[in-house]
């Protein structure tokens, strides 16, 4: 026999709460059989969380005792829940695995075969450009994060707010293969520059610090991946000079 759960969860006309249906998604895939009850109204709510003493809702009953909200229903299960603040490289996989995905997809699409070096060049140019969007989303945090670390910026700030644009630009033409001349400067530039910077402030100052590769409202680290994003724009630009991107001019 199921096990018995009611779940309180806001369902107005104006609003849905989304929490309560992922408790409700949750509930069910756990196998409880839920009692759905609905707060259909500002006042009801209120009402009800005068009664519990409680702050918010959705709010969870399994056998009788109070559970909590969703993320107290996370916990009971022994599932994962994320902290606020708390630093994480999630954003730095999601980019780089559907950027890699993106240029195996390409050279697909292209050669109708995956090319190990062109997917590598498109996997870095890839990766450049959608860093480069991430960062353009508020191109007002990402500078102002950017200040905690980089030389460049901290000397002229406006560096900071040119910076995702010299990304995203160097990231297309090397996606095109042209203008090469303009791509392997700008690459060599902020690379360098952003290399030197991560190495001082991480493994010389030994400043921990957030990192605003992925934009400037994450809790990325500042360290390895930092330094790396970095390396492979220098290296991409070297490859673009010297290598096979350097016949197109």
């Known amino acids: 026999m199921a096990r018995q759960a009611t779940l309180y969860r806001m369902v107005q006309d104006q609003h849905l709460c989304p929490y309560g249906l992922k408790a409700l998604d949750l509930l069910k895939r756990k196998g409880f059989d839920v009692d759905d009850r609905h707060l259909t109204s500002r006042a009801e709510t209120d009402a009800f969380k005068v009664e519990q003493g409680v702050k918010t809702t959705p709010q969870v009953f399994i056998d009788g005792r109070r559970i909590g909200g969703y993320d107290d229903l996370r916990r009971f299960f022994g599932l994962s829940v994320a902290e606020p603040g708390a630093t994480s490289y999630r954003p730095v996989i999601a980019v780089f695995s559907m950027t890699a995905l993106m240029a195996v997809a390409a050279s697909v699409s292209a050669f109708g075969t995956v090319l190990p070096l062109q997917s590598f060049e498109w996997f870095i ?59 392997v400067p700008v690459s060599l530039f902020i690379g360098g520059i952003g290399a030197v910077s991560v190495f001082k402030a991480v493994y010389i100052d030994r400043r921990s610090l957030k990192c605003a590769c992925v934009g400037g409202g994450t809790n990325v680290p ?20 010297f290598g096979s991107g350097g016949h197109s001019m």
């Open 222 to 241: 500042l360290g390895f991946v930092s330094l790396l994003e970095n390396l492979m724009m220098i290296a991409m630009a070297l490859w673009m000079a």
């Open 125 to 183: 140019a890839f990766s450049m450009v959608v860093l480069a969007i991430l960062k353009l989303q508020n191109i007002d945090s990402f500078a102002t994060m950017f200040l905690n670390y980089d030389l460049l910026a901290r000397r002229w700030v406006r560096y900071g707010y040119i910076y995702p644009f010299a990304e995203g630009l160097a990231g297309l033409l090397m996606i095109s293969g042209k203008l090469v001349w303009l791509s």
